[in-house]
C-alpha cells in the first residue's frame, strides 16, 4: 500500500500559511493514502523551546489538524518524541550520511545565518532526522513544498546508500515527493513583499488559527492596499504585492484561479473586496477555529489522541527498526 509520511513542527500561533500550505492538503490525502501525520517536537528543539511553551504547542497543532479534518481514529496521528524509532534511526542515519550532504543543506545555512558556529548539532543534522521520520515507516510518498525538496532528496540518498552500502537492494523504498498543485505563498499582511509569519513583531501582520470571527475581519479591514482598483487580468499585479497576496488568499479558499477571483472582482475598490475576502475567511476558518478551542480546553483528550497514535505509530516503527538493527549488525534480544 501506499503510504503517506508527512509532519509539522509545534511552532505556536500557526498562520493561515500552514494551513493553506500543509493541514489542508493532508485532510484530502487521508482519502487516497494510508497517512501517517506527525507533530515533529524533536526538530522543534534543534532551536531553543520553552518546556511550558512547547507541551502547549504540540497540543495546539494536534488540535489544528483534528479541527481542519484530520482523521485521528482512520490515520496515524503522533508526536515524534514518542516513538523513540525516529531518534535511534536517525543516529544509523548519521553514520550513513556523509558530512558534504550536509553541508549542501541550504536551510542550515539560512536558519544559521553568520553565527553558524554558535548553531546546535541537531539544527546542522536534522536533515538525518527528517529521513527517519520518513523511513521508519518505509513511507512512499511526501508532500513537499518548495523549501523541503532538497531534504527529501537526501531521504532518498541516505536510503540508497544504506541500501548499497549493506548488500540490501530495496529494503528502503525511494519516497515520491507529492506536488499538490501551486504553493499558496501567503505573504505578510502589513507588507506584501515578506512571507506571512508567526515571528512578525505585529499581531496584525497575520491571519492565526486562532483568530475569532471579529479579529479576522478587523485584520483584514486594516490590511495594507493601494489606492488602484483591482485589475481585470493577473498582469495587473505587477508591483502592487499587496493586491496580489488578497487576491492570491480569496483564490486560495475558494479553490479558484488568481485569473477567475480578477474576472469576478476586477474593477471592484479595495473596501468591496476586503468585505468579499472577510466573508471567505470567516467561513473557511470560523469553525476550525471553534473547534480548536474546543479541543484545547480538554487537553486530556488531545493527550490521549496522541499516546494511542504514537502506540499504532509503533507498530509500524518496530518492526522495521529491529531489522535495520539486525543488517547493520547490532545485537537484539
Not at 506527525?38 to 497543532?61: F, G, Y
Not at 543543506?105 to 536534522?126: D, I, P, V, W
Not at 476550525?288 to 486530556?300: G, H, K, S, V
Amino acid at each position: 500500500m501506499e503510504r503517506v509520511f508527512s509532519g509539522a513542527q509545534p511552532t505556536g500561533n500557526l498562520p493561515l500559511g500552514n494551513y493553506l500550505g500543509a493541514i489542508r492538503n493532508w485532510v484530502e490525502l487521508q482519502k487516497k493514502y494510508e497517512c501517517i501525520f506527525c507533530v515533529v517536537d524533536m526538530h522543534a528543539i534543534t532551536v531553543w523551546q520553552d518546556p511550558k511553551e512547547l507541551r502547549s504547542n504540540i497540543r495546539e497543532l494536534a488540535a489544528s489538524m483534528i479541527a481542519s479534518g484530520i482523521d485521528p481514529e482512520n490515520q496515524v496521528l503522533f508526536n515524534q518524541s514518542q516513538v523513540s524509532a525516529h531518534a535511534e534511526l536517525a543516529w544509523i542515519f548519521n553514520c550513513v550520511a556523509r558530512i558534504g550532504w550536509m553541508n549542501r543543506m541550504t536551510q542550515f545555512k539560512e536558519k544559521a545565518g553568520k553565527h553558524r558556529e554558535n548553531a546546535s548539532l541537531g539544527l546542522y543534522a536534522y536533515p538525518s532526522l527528517m529521513a527517519a521520520d520518513i523511513l521508519a515507516y518505509k513511507a512512499t510518498h511526501v508532500p513537499v513544498g518548495e523549501d523541503q525538496k532538497q531534504h527529501l532528496e537526501l531521504a532518498r540518498d541516505i536510503a540508497l546508500k544504506f541500501n548499497t552500502d549493506y548488500g540490501v537492494e530495496g529494503f528502503f523504498p525511494q519516497p515520491e515527493p507529492l506536488i499538490l498543485g501551486p504553493a499558496t505563498r501567503v505573504m505578510s499582511l502589513r507588507d506584501g513583499s515578506k512571507k506571512m509569519s508567526k515571528s512578525d513583531a505585529s499581531d496584525m501582520a497575520r491571519i492565526n488559527m486562532t483568530d475569532d470571527a471579529d479579529t479576522l475581519a478587523k485584520k483584514i479591514r486594516k490590511a495594507k492596499t493601494d489606492p488602484e482598483p483591482l485589475p481585470s487580468e493577473a498582469a495587473g499585479l505587477e508591483g502592487r504585492p499587496e493586491a496580489k497576496n488578497l487576491i492570491t488568499i480569496y483564490a486560495a479558499l475558494t479553490n479558484s484561479t488568481v485569473a477567475d477571483v480578477l474576472a469576478e472582482h476586477g474593477g471592484t475598490q479595495f473596501s468591496g473586496f476586503k468585505q468579499a475576502l472577510t466573508d471567505v475567511v470567516v467561513e473557511n476558518l470560523a469553525p476550525i477555529t471553534e473547534e480548536m478551542a474546543r479541543l484545547n480546553a480538554d487537553p486530556a483528550y488531545i493527550d490521549s489522541v496522541l499516546a494511542k497514535g504514537a502506540e499504532r505509530a509503533n507498530v509500524i516503527a518496530q518492526p522495521i527498526l529491529k531489522e535495520v538493527k539486525e543488517i547493520v549488525g547490532f545485537l537484539n534480544s
